[in-house]
């Protein structure tokens, strides 16, 4: 049982860096702008 908890917590963290990483594309009115948020970073 200890040794499925060890592989577990590590595979948790992977799998929520990994969804941080995933964009949002959000679009403002203001003729065309176009921005992806993340957790971890933003580009416009």
Do not use: A, E, Q
């Not at 040794?3 to 065309?32: A, N, Q």
């Not at 993340?38 to 416009?44: A, E, G, I, P, Q």
Request: net charge positive; aromatic share 12%.
């Amino acid at each position: 049982m200890k040794s499925k908890k060890k592989v577990m917590i590590p595979v948790i963290i992977i799998v929520f860096l990994l969804l941080c990483c995933i964009p949002i594309k959000v679009r403002y009115k203001d003729g065309g702008t176009v921005s992806y948020k993340t957790v971890l970073y933003s580009y416009t």
